[in-house]
Structure formats: C-alpha cells, structure tokens
C-alpha cells in the first residue's frame, strides 16, 4: 500500500512538472514601451503607461500584423517584426475597443493568477512586472505574444473598460514560457533579442473628413472638368 502511495506522489508531482503553468517575464529593457501621446509624434521616455500581454497558439493569426503597414515597421527581416504604432502621431478611433479586437482573434489577456498582469512603465520607459506564472499556458510551451500599452491616466482597467485616450501595441512575437522562475525560458526579457521592439503609444484621433462646403467645390470642379471636354 505504501508502495503505491509513493508511486501515485510521484505521478501526481510529475504530471504537475509538465502540465504547471507556464513562467514568464514581463520586463523589457529602456525605452521600449514609448509615450508619443504627451507630444503628439515625438518619442518621451518616463512614467506614463501602463501595459498587458495578450497570448495566443502561434496558430492563431495576428488581427493588428495586417494594419502595420499603415504606422511602418520597427527593427528588420520579416513582417513578425513588424511595430504598428511606431513613430506615429495619432491612432484611429476604432482602436478603443482593441481588447475586443485581440480576443475575438483569440488573444487572451495575460493573468497572474486571477488578476490581469498588468504594470506600469519605468522611467526610463521600460517594462519591470517580473516573472510570473501566465494563467492557461503550459510550461514548455511556444506561445505568440503582443503586448500592449496606454496612457497610464486612465488607470490599470482601462484596457478593458475601453476608457484610454492612447494606445500602442508591439509586433507579434513568440515565446517559450518556464517551468520554474529559475527556467532560463521564462526569464527572458520579452525585449531580448528577436523578440518584442520598441513601440509607442498615440493618442486616439480620427482622420479629417472633407467639410460639405469643400466636397460641394469639389462636385463643381469635376462638372468644370467634363464640360471643358465635350467642348474639346
């Protein structure tokens, strides 16, 4: 009988070993995560945001990779290295429901334990949650990451109450999760090498739209152009 107890303990501690949760690390190195919201376009470094990791399969495709072009690209090589808001002055407005948008694409946001892992930058614009336990992944696994920042004003929820005036988000990247705080794995920086770049965040704005008076001018220039080729 004792035999038996032991075995099972063994199995049990086994199964644990393989089936844990996954460690990460949420720390980056400086001016990774950038403000371009306090002046509009222009890279500050400080305090000012705070940001989540959303997961995913490596199966699972990518709903911002598509929109990178719009904001240009970050770092080299291929289009995982791709920083859509990078440089940029503004975001457009459909981008307060970006949280809706990753977990409709089936992104999850990044939990340590039952609370999101969320922090807030550093001085020198870095991240610095540390290593922790990614709720619903499994150790020695490869999963996609993004993470994503806004003006820290808003507060901690506002990622998912939609309530932020500004928003950034990194190139999709993957990482091994640890088996222990100690796995080499999960104690990369997610900024270490081939992985996240720096990004910034914008404030929300939306794109001009023509004013009536100018659209109608317009309608009557294009009447101008038709006549004066029937007369030719």
Do not use: C
């Amino acid at each position: 009988m004792k035999k038996q107890i032991v075995v099972i303990t063994a199995l049990a501690v086994t199964a644990l070993s393989v089936f844990g949760q996954g460690y990460v690390t949420l720390n980056t190195s400086t001016h990774r995560i950038v403000d371009e919201f306090t002046t509009p376009g222009v890279m500050a470094y400080g305090a000012t945001i705070d940001y989540a990791l959303y997961w995913a399969p490596t199966s699972a495709t990518d709903p911002l990779t598509a929109i990178g072009s719009q904001f240009g690209t970050g770092g080299t090589g291929s289009a995982g290295a791709q920083v859509a808001t990078n440089g940029v002055t503004s975001i457009p407005t459909t981008f307060s429901t970006l949280n809706q948008t990753l977990t409709g694409a089936g992104f999850t946001l990044g939990l340590n334990g039952a609370t999101p892992a969320v922090g807030t930058t550093g001085a020198a614009s870095q991240a610095g949650y540390g290593t922790f336990q990614l709720a619903g992944t499994t150790a020695g696994n490869t999963y996609q990451f993004i993470v994503v920042g806004w003006n820290a004003s808003a507060g901690t929820s506002a990622i998912t109450a939609g309530s932020y005036s500004a928003i950034g988000w990194s190139n999709p990247f993957n990482y091994i999760t640890g088996s222990s705080a100690s796995d080499p794995n999960g104690t990369l920086f997610v900024s270490s090498a081939g992985y996240m770049n720096q990004f910034g965040v914008a404030p929300l704005g939306t794109v001009p739209t023509p004013e009536p008076a100018t659209l109608a001018l317009a309608g009557l220039g294009g009447a101008s152009l038709l006549l004066f080729r029937r007369k030719k």
